[in-house]
């Protein structure tokens, strides 16, 4: 089995994660998300992801792709990882129900 860590292999990693956010937030508020530890887990969970995988696209990858928030992943990337108590619920909530949908858009070309 081929598995060559490239920009494409990094790309459809990230495109899986947003969809996996995509689907599971469709139908949830952020009351559902703040009492389900498990989703808000999983969902904070795919958004490193999402970042890390980022992080190792090329450069010339990134470049030709700058209309992509890239820093904007990284940034909040670091907010869960190293702040992770103090992560405000309504930016994460409007993120993925607002920021993924359009991110996987964007990404989807």
């Given at each position: 089995m081929d598995n060559i860590k490239n920009d494409s292999y990094y790309i459809q990693?990230?495109?899986?994660?947003?969809?996996?956010?995509?689907?599971h937030m469709r139908d949830v508020d952020i009351e559902e998300l703040n009492e389900n530890e498990i989703l808000l887990d999983s969902m904070l969970f795919r958004m490193i992801q999402i970042?890390?995988?980022?992080k190792r696209l090329s450069e010339?990858?990134?470049?030709?792709?700058?209309?992509?928030?890239w820093s904007?992943?990284?940034?909040?990337?670091?907010?869960?990882?190293?702040?992770y108590?103090?992560?405000?619920l309504n930016v994460v909530f409007?993120?993925?129900?607002?920021d993924?949908?359009?991110?996987?858009?964007?990404?989807?070309?």
């Open positions: 990693k990230i495109r899986t994660d947003l969809a996996f956010i995509v689907e970042s890390e995988n980022a010339a990858y990134r470049g030709t792709h700058s209309y992509i928030p904007a992943l990284g940034g909040m990337r670091n907010r869960i990882v190293h702040d108590g103090n992560v405000d409007d993120t993925l129900k607002n993924i949908p359009g991110l996987l858009e964007l990404i989807a070309d």
